[in-house]
């Protein structure tokens, strides 16, 4: 039988992969995890913070934590020193320091066109991601479910890399497809020019947002500042426009979904 993964949008920039890998077993991987308590930078609520409504349990097996980014919203503090330190994880370089310094006991940083196997069931690659400022550039990763070839490629600030030129077709794209912009800033997050490039890039079969707070709201003066563009429709009548049949899947916070598509691979 042929292995069909479960995406779950755990809300902004967490995702939880679950992979049936037949004689390996069931694996369950764990992006950019904020799963509990509030989300804040340098200690500065006021300046901007992210908030719950609930926290979300953690789930039973973790086989793999793999993050983007550094940051606070992608290496969540308490919610990684609330996880068992012996899970594996792969990380940015950046990510790997933070992940260390907690007590993680195996961690795999990867630099661009870096790769990791995991388990001889996923191929893990990372690419260049999101510009952190003026000297630091963080991951996107391109994931390979090695067992029917079905690609999927996570970035999470809608940064597309020239890197990209380079792969023929992906199956699915986690992108986000709403840019939020500061004045005289530009985009902090920039989903509506991202989403495009990517699917203009990558041809993919799907789309699946990410970095949207579905349940999550937000205090502080950053938050009365960003100014939000774009959205699903807009996404959705540029892929018609460029004659692309990508279909865009929003989905809902904590709700499994099934991807139940023929790998491009595997459709020639």
Known sequence: M?????????????????????????????VDPWLMGDLVFNNA????????????????QIDLILLSQGMNDHAHPETLKALDKSIPVVASENAAGVVKAMGFESVTPLAPDDEFDFENTLQIRALPGSPIGPFLTENAYLLTIKSTGLTLYYEPHGYPSDALKAIDRVDVVITPIVSLELPLLGPVIRGSQGAPELAQMLKPQLILPTAD?????????????????????????????AGLTTQVEPL??????????????QAH
């Open 213 to 241: 707070g579905g349940e999550v709201t937000y205090t502080g003066m950053i938050s009365t500042l960003l100014k939000q563009k774009g959205g699903l429709e807009q996404l959705r009548s540029q892929l018609k426009a």
């Open 2 to 30: 042929a292995l069909t993964p479960t995406l779950t949008w755990l809300d902004v920039n967490t995702w939880q992969i679950d992979l049936d890998a037949a004689d390996l077993g069931k694996k369950r991987i764990l």
């Open 252 to 265: 809902k916070p904590m709700q499994p979904f099934t991807l139940n598509i023929q790998p491009l691979a």
């Open 45 to 60: 609520p006021w300046l901007i913070r992210g908030i719950r409504p609930a926290p979300v349990p953690i789930p039973d």
